[in-house]
């Protein structure tokens, strides 16, 4: 009788864990998109990753997105500066880490020349979440929603967390799958930056 209840407990055991790895599975791979997907909303579903992409002429779209405090970030406002969007999770520990380095990031950078804004790609997550977040690790870059999925959705982002360099003149200039280091970004940034 003892073995028939551990044999079941085990079973469930196996069904949680693999029923886990199903749901959280398009998250925990950190490769990009093959390319091969098109999509609505003017991506051509080929953008590729880790290259500047000054040649696509790729203008980033007049898109409005809800910050934890309830304000508005449009897009096209933060023209003049570069821009860093951190696609992420609350519940993703390389986002986490990701946070750690684009601290260093903003550390080292004129917040006249730099924004960072992180962005939840997890649409269970609210904006009361987020700023919880952002307090809880005392953060002091916006966070917010990606709002109707525009930047998930536009570079096919099938891994967390992704980051995207928008340029001062509005251009997607690189798009970054998985963790990048503080100087990666760094030396990233101060090709692109006059």
Not at 54 to 60: A, G, I, N, P
Not at 169 to 181: A, D, I, K, Q, S
Request: charged share 20%.
């Amino acid at each position: 009788m003892e073995s028939e209840k551990l044999l079941i407990v085990g079973m469930i055991g196996v069904i949680i864990v693999v029923g886990l790895i199903v749901v959280a599975s398009p998250y925990l791979f950190l490769t990009p998109t093959d390319g091969n997907n098109d999509n609505s909303n003017g991506s051509s579903g080929s953008i590729p990753r880790d290259v500047d992409l000054l040649d696509r002429s790729l203008e980033v779209p007049d898109w409005n997105l809800l910050m934890s405090d309830d304000s508005i970030i449009a897009i096209h406002e933060l023209r003049g500066k570069f821009v860093i969007v951190d696609l992420m999770a609350l519940w993703c520990g390389p986002c986490a880490s990701q946070s750690i380095e684009l601290l260093k990031v903003y550390d080292n950078f004129d917040s006249d020349s730099l924004i960072i804004i992180s962005l939840t790609i997890d649409d269970a997550e609210t904006i009361e979440m987020m700023a919880e977040y952002k307090t809880d690790n005392d953060l002091p870059w916006p966070h917010g929603l990606d709002t109707s999925d525009v930047f998930g959705d536009y570079f096919s982002v099938s891994s967390i967390p992704t980051l995207i360099v928008i340029d001062d003149n509005g251009y997607f200039r690189w798009v970054h799958p998985g963790l990048w280091t503080e100087s990666s970004i760094s030396e990233t940034l101060s090709q692109m930056m006059p």
